[in-house]
Each structure stands twice: as C-alpha cells, then as structure tokens.
C-alpha cells in the first residue's frame, strides 16, 4: 500500500489515480501538480494526482447521477417505483 503523499513515478500514480499518464501532464500544463524529474524519469505526489482526479470524477457527468438520467430519459414504466427504475436501467445496459 502506498502512502497517499508519496512520490511516486508517474505511471504508478495514474495507474493508481485511474487516468492516463497524459492527463497527468495535462494538469502538470496547468499548474495543478510539479511533476519532478530525477535520474530520467517522472515522480509526482501521489495526493495530487488523486485530489486532481477525484475532482475529475465529480464534473464528468458519466460517472453520476447525469449517466442514470440520460439512460432512463425515454423509460416507460408502468409501475415507476425503485424496483421499476433499478430494472429498466439494468435492461438499458
């Protein structure tokens, strides 16, 4: 288990953060992280690059209750209870 203010190489961050190692650089561009440089490769704070993501996660619609809405905008249900809502998203996936 790593610690989460670890520096760590940068692939071993995405991995962990679940983005790509572009993305990463993305943020690097911006100012969001310092990406240090030590013998040829990329460390960063592994923190960072989960805060970062993490933020991510909360604006990219697909991952909330936005994905569920558009699934179901054009659902029927006869009975729209939790149970009706919860099988129809299933069948639409």
Same mark, same amino acid.
């Given at each position: ?7 760590v ?24 992280l ?6 040829? &490769? ?8 989960? %805060?970062?993501?993490? %933020?991510?996660? &909360?604006?990219?619609?697909s /991952?909330n209750?936005? %994905? ?9 249900? %006869?009975?729209?209870?939790?149970t ?8 639409? /996936?």
């Open positions: 288990m790593l610690v989460s203010n670890a520096v190489p940068i692939a071993i961050a995405a991995e962990q953060a679940g983005v790509d190692i572009a993305q990463v650089h993305r943020w690097a561009a911006v100012g969001g310092q990406i240090q440089g030590r013998g040829g &490769r990329e460390f960063v704070r592994l923190d960072q690059v989960l %805060a970062l993501s993490a %933020a991510a996660r &909360r604006r990219d619609p /991952t209750r936005g %994905a569920l809405r558009a699934r179901l905008a054009d659902a029927r249900i %006869a009975n729209p209870s939790v009706g809502l919860q099988q129809a998203s299933r069948d639409r /996936t």
